[in-house]
């Protein structure tokens, strides 16, 4: 079936560090993949996504690339924030899929 | 534009007591979905339905009930609650999958912090 694999947390930087978190994922076909973020006390909250075979989802400074061949989507921002410290969900749905499945998440701290 | 509501915030309950969840969505998503977050183990589904009448069972349904009689309205039933169903709930909803993409995101609601005595 179906399933995402993220790295284990916490991690934990320095501000303006460099930070990758990795996924990586099993599916059939050609799934749409995502990542989300919750921040302290709050829902999660879509931070990117990718539909296609290297597309590459950004935003607020995260990237990520589809890389069907390594079936990988890892995040990574090039320097990082006191205020990028949440909890970050890697996940995935094919088109016809009723549910997404979401990875176990990877809590982040960032020191000042 | 409210996107995903949830009421209550918190509630604590003694073993046995009964209690509903409401969620509430204001952007005509066809589908929504009930999810418990507890510490280490990420996100789990509890139950989720594809349109209005219609429901199914997620990974752990164990223990809860829900309807959706009403398009925008999803309710989670505890009917009788034990201290394995201390969590963190959240509902979340999604349109239906289309020539967009933006059709496959989920929209999540802000929680309810349930505790069982």
């Known amino acids: 079936g179906n399933s995402v694999t993220q790295m284990e947390g916490p991690v934990t930087l320095s501000e303006e560090a460099f930070l990758t978190i990795n996924c990586t994922y099993t599916a059939t076909g050609y799934p749409s993949l995502f990542w989300y973020v919750q921040y302290p006390g709050e829902g999660l909250q879509l931070l990117l996504k990718?539909?296609?075979?290297?597309d590459k989802g950004s935003n607020k400074g995260f990237e990520a690339t589809y890389r069907k061949e390594t079936t990988s989507f890892h995040l990574e921002k090039g320097s990082v924030q006191v205020s990028d410290s949440a909890v970050y969900f890697c996940a995935l749905t094919h088109n016809r899929d009723d549910k997404i499945i979401f990875g176990k998440g990877t809590r982040l701290h960032i020191l000042p | 534009n409210a996107g995903v509501t949830q009421t209550p915030k918190f509630r604590v309950l003694k073993t046995g007591q009964s209690m509903t969840l409401l969620c509430a969505q204001d952007m005509n998503h066809e589908y929504m979905y009930w999810y418990r977050q507890d510490p280490g183990m990420g996100l789990r589904l509890i139950h989720y339905?594809?349109?209005?009448?219609?429901?199914a069972k997620g990974e752990v349904p164990d223990g809860y009930n829900v309807s959706r009689l009403k398009k925008q309205n999803f309710l989670l039933g505890l009917e009788s609650a034990a201290p394995s169903q201390t969590s963190v709930y959240f509902c979340?909803?999604?349109?239906?999958?289309?020539?967009?993409?933006?059709?496959?995101?989920?929209?999540f609601g802000p929680g309810t912090r349930l505790t069982v005595t």
């Open positions: 990718a539909t296609k075979a290297d």
């Open positions: 979340a909803s999604r349109g239906t999958s289309g020539r967009s993409p933006t059709h496959y995101e989920q929209y």
């Open positions: 339905s594809v349109g209005e009448g219609t429901t």
